[in-house]
Nanobody, 125 residues
Framework: QVQLVESGGGLVQAGGSLKLSCAAS????????MAWFRQAPGKERQFVAA????????FHADSVKGRFTISRDSAKNTVYLEMNSLKPEDTAVYYC??????????????????WGQGTQVTVSS
């Protein structure tokens, strides 16, 4: 099993920044890719960004490209999501996820079998 714990969420004004962290523990060697998803009230969970643990590949959703950056520290088993130029529409619960899949569909929820409990991000206008 892999345990994922997110932190770093909070309330920020539009235009501000936050950095989320996801600490992984347990059988982390069973995961090849990590990702961030988000879910706003009344909406479906949405892909935000993904990264390989070896750092050789990253992918960001169009809605956050240029504003958000996913990164990882393999030595600390931690994945980060740096969020800049935040907008009210970025308000959501942000979830960290882990996948044993190496190729294909890593922007889909179904590719991920490990999930954190989520951290709330609220952006005020």
């Amino acid at each position: 099993q892999v345990q994922l714990v997110e932190s770093g969420g909070g309330l920020v004004q539009a235009g501000g920044s936050l950095k989320l962290s996801c600490a992984a523990s347990g059988r982390t060697f069973s995961t090849y890719a990590m990702a961030w998803f988000r879910q706003a009230p009344g909406k479906e969970r949405q892909f935000v960004a993904a990264i390989y643990w070896n750092g050789g590949w990253t992918f960001h959703a169009d809605s956050v490209k240029g504003r958000f950056t996913i990164s990882r520290d393999s030595a600390k088993n931690t994945v980060y999501l740096e969020m800049n130029s935040l907008k009210p529409e970025d308000t959501a619960v942000y979830y960290c996820a882990g996948s044993g899949r190496q190729y294909g569909g890593l922007d889909q929820e179904s590719a991920y079998n490990y999930w954190g409990q989520g951290t709330q991000v609220t952006v005020s206008s």
